[in-house]
């Protein structure tokens, strides 16, 4: 039995209704937020995204990466990390939990460290220091190798090892430096200059083996950067292992993932030289062959074209003779056809004189002048006689004849033609065309003409 009274209790919200309102209320309230604190329960599920829990001494809060935002992180965080976040506060409304969603991870203690990298990047990076269009071109064949690095450390061995193996041909300098410390970014740069100075090596080799962010933080450095970038010598840069990155890497011609990676870039591999210096070889030697075999023939075959000379000459002085008789025979026969020729035209010119010509052409022409008064007369009797033809026929025809035999053209007041007296009306004023002169009359009766 339901109650006919109003129900006055509040309204209540849904539970959905309540996590949205909430969720809402956190996102805009708290925007973007930087926390620190050590990870628990991490879980890396086939998904690529990351889920765990941040907690302090006294409290812990729910964290998601999803897959877009930790692919770039390269060291991958383990439980018991000290980490700091930056991310955006929310709430999971499926199962109201609160969280937050993680956008950046980096250890703790480091943030100062990337902040300052990330700063000099983006500002030598607006200078140009990292354009292409600024990057030298390495030497295919170096001539002479310079390396800075430390000459107790890893990255000369590796170095070293790599180019024995390879090119042993190509000398190599050391130009010693810290690479670890804060004396390290001093030194760097007065090795730099020093191998400038000594103007040897047509590319040089700068870094050293791995390490953390700390230990290779001299690299980061804006005076190595800019010494680097100053350098008119093709540099490569080789610091720590693949998946470390510095300022140097940016600066440098070539960057290279590790020392032994950089070596192995800039010296050309002495058995592939060989193997292609082999290959040459038997191709010259194939072609020298194959130049003497025909330089043979062809000397085979002109010693057995070669003749005594003074046979040829012989030859030479004998068919000489044979064309001065050929040519003094040739210059009679031509002499006598013009001599032919010359009488020839001597008498046409006789019987074909000008004063002849120009009697029987006088003659000629008095006859067409005769010829063409006559046609020009009979021409003009003919175009006479026609025209008096077609007058006549003419005059037949003429509508004024017509008139003349008693005939005459009615017309209406506008001047149009009358020919049948039902385009009348009595009363109407008409106009009549007589065969001499045209009178006006006004119409009183229209009768019709039977057949």
Not at 110 to 120: I, K, S, W
Not at 395 to 413: C, F, M, Q, W
Request: some cysteine; charged content about 25%.
């Amino acid at each position: 039995m339901s109650s006919s009274y109003p129900d006055s209790r509040p309204r209540a919200l849904s539970v959905s209704e309540l996590n949205h309102q909430a969720r809402r209320l956190l996102e805009t309230s708290f925007m973007q937020v930087w926390v620190e604190g050590e990870i628990s329960g991490l879980s890396r599920p086939s998904s690529g995204h990351w889920y765990f829990s941040l907690k302090d001494q006294k409290c812990q809060i729910r964290c998601a990466m999803f897959r877009g935002a930790n692919q770039h992180i390269r060291t991958l965080p383990r439980d018991g990390d000290q980490i700091r976040i930056r991310g955006k506060v929310t709430l999971y409304e499926n199962r109201g939990d609160f969280q937050i969603i993680v956008e950046h991870l980096e250890p703790a203690g480091l943030g100062p460290l990337q902040q300052a990298f990330e700063a000099l990047k983006i500002k030598l990076q607006a200078e140009g220091l990292f354009d292409s269009a600024q990057k030298k071109q390495l030497p295919a064949m170096p001539r002479h190798i310079g390396v800075i690095t430390s000459p107790t450390g890893a990255a000369i061995h590796d170095i070293l090892t790599v180019l024995a193996r390879r090119c042993p041909a190509i000398p190599v300098t050391l130009y010693p430096t810290a690479v670890q410390g804060k004396a390290a970014t001093n030194d760097i740069v007065n090795a730099i200059e020093r191998a400038q100075q000594h103007n040897v090596a047509d590319v040089l080799i700068i870094g050293r083996g791995g390490g953390s962010l700390e230990d290779l933080w001299c690299f980061n450095e804006e005076a190595v950067a800019r010494a680097i970038a100053r350098c008119h010598i093709p540099t490569v840069s080789a610091v720590g292992h693949e998946v470390d990155v510095t300022i140097a890497d940016f600066v440098a011609d070539l960057r290279a993932p590790t020392p032994s990676a950089a070596a192995e870039k800039i010296s050309p591999d002495q058995q592939d030289w060989q193997r292609r210096l082999g290959e040459q070889q038997g191709r010259l030697r194939l072609s020298a062959l194959r130049l003497l075999q025909r330089l043979e023939n062809q000397l085979r075959h002109l010693s057995a074209r070669l003749r005594d000379p003074r046979r040829e000459l012989q030859d030479k002085a004998q068919r000489m003779d044979e064309l001065d008789m050929r040519l003094n025979k040739a210059m009679r026969q031509k002499l006598d056809q013009q001599r032919l020729k010359a009488d020839h035209l001597t008498l046409r010119l006789a019987t074909q004189s000008p004063g002849k010509s120009i009697a029987s052409t006088e003659e000629q022409v008095a006859r067409l002048r005769e010829r063409m008064q006559l046609a020009i007369q009979q021409h003009l009797r003919q175009q006479r006689e026609k025209l008096q033809f077609h007058a006549q026929t003419l005059n037949v025809v003429s509508p004024l004849a017509t008139l003349g035999r008693g005939y005459a053209i009615v017309k209406d007041e506008k001047g149009g033609i009358i020919r049948n007296a039902t385009q009348l009306s009595p009363g109407q004023v008409i106009q009549a065309q007589l065969g001499q002169g045209s009178i006006s009359a006004r119409v009183t009766g229209i009768g019709s003409t039977s057949n």
